[in-house]
């Protein structure tokens, strides 16, 4: 059974820089895309960044120039550093993999972490 572990979160100061984890394990062929989204109180799940396995990226405007997303794929790791945080990035953040166990990717989701950024 493949699980996806996020860690990182926290509560941080308006400015502030905080870096999020998520660590793939279990019988893994492969990863291709990693992402992450969040989800703020009463508000739905939205795109944050996402990494191909080449690693090319993509963020949502929001966060265009604060935060920067890596992976590790000898590690099956994905990474979130997130700089000058907002109150308004305050949020669940959950990480995703398309991870190939035997023919077919299939997308997982982590258990989610907090984030918590005070003015």
């Known amino acids: 059974q493949v699980q996806l572990v996020e860690s990182g979160g926290g509560l941080v100061q308006a400015g502030g820089s905080l870096r999020l984890s998520c660590a793939a394990s279990g019988i893994i062929f492969g990863i291709n895309t990693m992402g992450w989204y969040r989800q703020a109180p009463g508000k739905q799940r939205e795109l944050v960044a996402t990494?191909?396995?080449?690693?090319?990226?993509n963020y949502a405007d929001s966060v265009k120039g604060r935060f920067t997303i890596s992976r590790d794929n000898a590690k099956n790791t994905v990474y979130l550093q997130m700089n000058s945080l907002k109150p308004e990035d305050t949020a669940v953040y959950y990480c995703?993999?398309?991870?190939?166990?035997?023919?077919?990717?299939?997308?997982?989701w982590g258990q989610g972490t907090q984030v918590t950024v005070s003015s």
């Open positions: 990494i191909t396995s080449g690693g090319s990226t």
């Open positions: 995703n993999g398309w991870v190939t166990t035997s023919r077919v990717p299939r997308l997982y």
